[in-house]
């Protein structure tokens, strides 16, 4: 376990190492960072087993190797992030003993790696990652992402996929469908789970709210 006076110390250092690694993403920049480490601080309230400077660790080191959505090796980031990671904290004396710990817990945060987190620290992160792609920041984060990679708003006479496939790399919005509204579910925690109902509310009704001022009924 670790106390609040080792989470002080390594806090800085942390936030100095996922710094120095980020590029020019806005929707996975140093406040995304902090906003999964304040996702994850809200979880190990819930599981006092859970040893916190893994967990603090592991948010913001998990994009220390962030590769664009439509990238052929998109699948292999956290595998080299949780890589990357290992051998930068043990350059600054990270103990020892966590660096597994931390290693899995990036690895298995990305949707894409589609890897199982099999303990509780890894859980947390990949739930307290996976809850900032919901809510108002979350869809805010949808819309940065499908400019970035081009993407319209949305389809022009059938937004909702009423009668079509959907298609999230051509549209922003079915992308609430293809993956967003499916995060809850695979939430690794009841925490985790209830938190990401609240905030996939907030697309819910966005989507809704959006296809009428597009100009077809929900």
Same mark, same amino acid.
């Given at each position: 376990?670790?106390?609040?006076?080792?989470?002080?110390?390594?806090?800085?250092?942390?936030?100095?190492?996922?710094? *120095?690694?980020?590029?020019?993403?806005?929707? #996975?920049?140093?406040?995304?960072?902090?906003?999964?480490?304040?996702?994850?601080?809200? =979880?190990?309230?819930?599981?006092?087993?859970?040893?916190? =400077?893994?967990?603090?660790?592991?948010?913001?080191? #998990?994009? =220390?190797?962030?590769?664009?959505?439509?990238?052929?090796?998109? /699948?292999?980031?956290?595998?080299?992030?949780? *890589?990357?990671?290992?051998?930068?904290? +043990?350059?600054?004396?990270?103990?020892?003993?966590?660096? *597994?710990?931390?290693?899995?817990?990036?690895?298995?945060?990305?949707?894409?790696?589609?890897?199982?987190?099999?303990?509780?620290?890894?859980?947390?992160?990949?739930?307290?990652?996976?809850?900032?792609?919901? %809510?108002?920041?979350?869809? *805010?984060?949808?819309?940065?992402?499908?400019?970035?990679?081009?993407?319209?708003?949305?389809?022009?006479?059938?937004? =909702?996929?009423? /009668?079509?496939?959907l298609d999230d790399k051509a549209?922003?919005?079915? #992308?609430?469908?293809?993956?967003?509204?499916?995060?809850?579910?695979?939430?690794?925690?009841?925490? %985790?789970?209830?938190?990401?109902?609240?905030?996939? +509310?907030?697309?819910?009704?966005?989507?809704? +709210?959006?296809?009428?001022?597009?100009?077809?009924? +929900?």
């Amino acid at each position: 376990m670790t106390d609040s006076s080792s989470l002080t110390l390594w806090q800085p250092r942390l936030l100095a190492l996922a710094t *120095a690694g980020l590029g020019d993403d806005g929707a #996975h920049d140093i406040n995304h960072l902090q906003r999964v480490w304040r996702n994850a601080a809200l =979880l190990l309230q819930q599981h006092a087993e859970a040893d916190a =400077l893994t967990v603090m660790a592991a948010c913001y080191l #998990h994009d =220390l190797v962030n590769l664009p959505k439509n990238h052929p090796e998109r /699948h292999l980031a956290s595998r080299q992030a949780a *890589a990357l990671a290992c051998r930068q904290l +043990a350059e600054l004396d990270f103990p020892e003993d966590k660096l *597994a710990g931390v290693a899995h817990a990036i690895a298995t945060h990305s949707f894409s790696a589609d890897l199982t987190p099999t303990t509780i620290e890894a859980q947390i992160v990949q739930d307290a990652d996976r809850i900032d792609a919901l %809510g108002a920041v979350g869809l *805010a984060r949808l819309f940065y992402t499908a400019a970035r990679m081009d993407s319209a708003l949305a389809h022009g006479t059938d937004p =909702l996929a009423a /009668h079509r496939p959907l298609d999230d790399k051509a549209y922003a919005l079915d #992308h609430i469908v293809t993956k967003l509204d499916k995060l809850p579910g695979k939430m690794q925690t009841r925490a %985790g789970r209830a938190l990401a109902e609240q905030r996939l +509310a907030v697309l819910t009704d966005f989507r809704a +709210a959006f296809a009428g001022e597009w100009g077809i009924a +929900a």
